[in-house]
């Protein structure tokens, strides 16, 4: 029987008579684009976050784009971000006109390695064609960054601080709530997200209430008091209400699921210690588990032989940001990111969901250590 990477049919089951309802109260209402429900996301979504803002828009994409033009992010800016990472972190700073520097990640928790953002920082200053202007540490895997060290560096160079949590809304840090780390937070609601609607969306929290209003203006075609008031360049990036509901209904099994993430993650880990590297948590750091993701020498064959066996496995990432053809002419090619670009020939994702039992787990480890003697 094949296992399902993720488990959304399941979840579905738990929450569709709760899901039923409020679908069919916005088809009641009919108000498809900013209804009352998206207004009472948004609550619920600020106090999970622990911060005052709480701006949801179309995409997790949009909402990193939305803060960095909020910001005035554009030409001759340097924005740090890891390599190791999806192409939404990247894309979005050529989007402002601004110009992407690739930092490398530690090679055990895969996030960004503050000790190279020091020095990318200082190299940049030291070339002199850009003004270093902002820094997206992206939450890995549902694993918070060193926010600590990063904020210090950037308090230290005067750099505008974007968490890219498309992966971990529900983590936290040092018991704070992401959302609440640093200046602006960005998140994601795809679908295969630890907390996801059927659709596309995403979130933008902020406790700086300026920031607030000009997101929520951006998001609207950059509209005033009026709708045909266009006081800025904006986005049409408004979440619809369908999408809003369903988080609505996803939100009540929310911290459950969040529990069991954990347990499913603390089995593998006891299961495949000593046997592959596992992932390596921070100290202080309490991750949401978007992806439990191990590295192993002959990863594609083992790979072959589980899917062979009906589990399914992803490779987050095949290839790291500075090698992409978009955005090699922003990196310094192969070998300027040795620790990204071996991640990317070893890492290899598990099955992870609230629903997987410890005797499909068992199936799933037996079958990787047999797959890793058998080569």
């Known amino acids: 029987m094949n296992i399902p990477f993720v488990d959304l049919a399941e979840q579905q089951r738990r929450i569709r008579s709760d899901l039923d309802l409020r679908i069919a109260k916005v088809l009641d209402h009919g108000g498809y684009i900013l209804g009352p429900e998206v207004a009472e996301l948004e609550a619920a979504l600020a106090a999970l976050a622990s911060c005052r803002h709480a701006i949801t828009v179309s995409s997790g994409t949009d909402a990193l784009l939305a803060l960095l033009m909020a910001k005035g992010i554009g030409p001759g800016d340097g924005v740090f971000l890891p390599s190791f990472t999806f192409t939404a ?106 907390l996801g609607c059927y659709g596309d969306g995403g979130a933008i929290f902020t406790d700086d209430d300026e920031l607030a209003a000009i997101c929520v203006s951006l998001r609207a075609h950059g509209q005033g008091e009026g709708r045909y008031d266009i006081v800025r360049l904006g986005l049409n990036a408004r979440m619809d209400t369908m999408q809003a509901a369903v988080l609505l209904s996803k939100l009540t099994i929310f911290e459950d699921e969040i529990q069991r993430r954990r347990y499913v993650a603390a089995h593998y880990n006891k299961r495949l210690a000593g046997l592959v590297e596992t992932p390596v948590q921070m100290p202080g750091a309490a991750s949401i588990w978007a992806q439990y993701t191990i590295k192993l020498p002959h990863r594609d064959a083992v790979a072959a032989q589980l899917r062979e066996q009906g589990i399914p496995t992803q490779i987050y990432y095949p290839l790291p940001m500075h090698l992409q053809p978009a955005y090699a002419p922003y990196g310094q090619g192969v070998g300027s990111l040795p620790v990204s670009e071996q991640l990317c020939q070893e890492v290899l994702a598990l099955p992870m969901h609230p629903y997987l039992d410890e005797a499909t787990i068992d199936r799933i480890c037996d079958a990787l250590v047999e797959a890793q003697q058998s080569i």
């Open 89 to 194: 972190t990247a894309e979005v700073v050529l989007q402002c006109g601004a110009t992407p520097v690739f930092v490398e990640v530690d090679p055990q928790t895969f996030n960004m390695d503050p000790d190279h953002l020091g020095e990318m920082i200082a190299e940049t200053k030291r070339q002199g064609d850009l003004r270093p202007a902002a820094v997206i540490p992206v939450d890995l895997f549902g694993q918070p960054a060193d926010y600590q060290s990063i904020s210090k560096l950037a308090g230290d160079n005067e750099l505008f601080v974007l968490g890219d949590a498309a992966q971990s809304f529900g983590a936290s840090y040092h018991n704070r709530a992401v959302g609440s780390l640093v200046e602006a937070t960005a998140t994601s609601f795809y679908p295969a997200k630890p």
